[in-house]
């Protein structure tokens, strides 16, 4: 689509201009550090030590759940669970409930039962670890109780979606899978009215880039950083939007134990990243943007910047706080190098970036984040990744029958 008219064209160069301006000053690639910690989230640690469970021993039950992780095994579980919340209708309310341990929470029609809330109230809502009727054994699950906005409900409706369309057909393994939702129809305070029953992450990018063994280890940190690339390149061409929020707390792991090499497929291509010990998923969709929309010149400007700029932010998190990025640690010789070759690919985003709002007039969004990506493979994948990492030829060890979908 060429875009001729003198208004349109002296309104793109201003944005342009604007954006250009942004990236040399440093306002975009050199962004603050989130004021995020992980304790906003809940992961299975704080589920092991509530239950009374070992999770940091690795005990052989915690080892053994790995396995559960497997995309395949994910799915069943997925499955088993639905069984039992197939009988919720989607207008469900919560009734307040208590406990045999005289510990009040929640529960809709005594089939699931929000037990025991996890963590402080906050501007996110409420988390209780839950269980479900009749299902035993399964791994840990949690329910959010939100305020029922239009963020929340977007963020709600993009998990069912990716659920369903997504990870229930085996297409990615980087996202966060959720087991059902509801919506009250009574007549309740805001901040009960919005459900979510959700699978656990083990923990989010922030806690790994803080521990020494994982920022020490070169061939590790670069699978995290591939594996996040891939993640926010699948929720822009495939699910169709772009995140605006692409900090080190929304981006989660489980722990992964497959063995070979995960086979992808992006503009009809073939590519095979090397698995490690962690699965990187992208999350928390509550800032969310489609991409496919109908624009004016401003709006299609803006929204290459916010495609973009979900890559170049968290790029941040892989590059050193002395370097102006996010990581703490020091003086790790190895980590040098990575933080270094993390500071060169976010100037190949930038010119990237700037000779796209200068030239390809006629790219709309949607085409920009898909030429994009390909631009980071080509440039940042193919040529900066250690040796045998990504690599576009077949390996005798591939991991997935079904390839991951990135478009």
């Known amino acids: 689509m060429v875009y001729n008219n003198p208004s349109f064209l002296a309104i793109q160069k201003k944005e342009c201009n604007k954006i250009i301006k942004k990236i040399n000053d440093g306002n975009i690639k050199l962004s603050k550090e989130p004021l995020y910690t992980s304790c906003m989230r809940i992961f299975t640690k704080d589920v092991y030590r509530i239950s009374g469970g070992e999770l940091d021993g690795l005990t052989k039950t915690t080892k053994s759940q790995y396995d559960k992780y497997i995309l395949i095994n994910r799915i069943k579980n997925y499955h088993s669970l639905r069984i039992h919340l197939s009988l919720l209708k989607e207008d469900e309310c919560l009734e307040k409930k208590t406990f045999p341990d005289d510990t009040t929470g929640y529960t809709i029609r005594n089939i699931i039962n929000l037990e025991k809330r996890i963590g402080s109230k906050s501007r996110y809502g409420s988390i209780y670890l839950t269980t479900i009727n009749g299902v035993p054994n399964t791994l840990p699950i949690t329910t959010k109780i939100m305020i029922h906005n239009a963020n929340n409900i977007i963020e709600t409706d993009i998990m069912n979606m990716i659920t369903n369309h997504i990870i229930l057909k085996s297409l990615s393994r980087h996202f966060l899978m959720t087991y059902g939702s509801c919506i009250c129809s009574k007549k309740i305070a805001k901040k009960l009215k919005l459900i979510n029953i959700n699978e656990l992450a083990d923990g989010d990018l922030k806690m790994l880039i803080e521990t020494r063994d994982v920022v020490t280890n070169t061939e590790l940190m670069f699978n995290l950083f591939i594996q996040t690339f891939i993640s926010i390149a699948t929720f822009h061409n495939f699910v169709g939007y772009v995140h605006r929020d692409a900090h080190y707390g929304n981006f989660l792991y489980q722990h992964n134990n497959e063995i070979g090499y995960y086979h992808y497929i992006f503009d009809h291509k073939d590519y095979y990243l090397k698995s490690c010990k962690y699965n990187v998923m992208i999350y928390d969709y509550g800032f969310a943007k489609k991409i496919n929309v109908v624009e004016d010149a401003q709006a299609i400007i803006k929204k ?42 976010a100037n190949i985003l930038d010119n990237y970036i700037k000779y796209e709002i200068t030239y390809n007039n006629d790219h709309s969004s949607s085409s920009f984040s898909s030429v994009l990506f390909t631009n980071i493979i080509e440039n940042v994948f193919m040529k900066y990744a250690p040796k045998s990492m990504f690599i576009n030829q077949r390996p005798p060890n591939v991991i997935n029958e079904t390839p991951f979908r990135i478009n």
Request: hydrophobic share 35%; charged share 25%.
């Open 304 to 345: 290459k910047e916010e495609i973009y700029s979900d890559y170049i932010k968290i790029i941040n998190a892989f590059i050193m706080k002395k370097n102006g990025g996010w990581i703490k640690l020091s003086n790790i010789p190895s980590y040098k190098y990575i933080s270094h070759q993390m500071t060169e690919i």
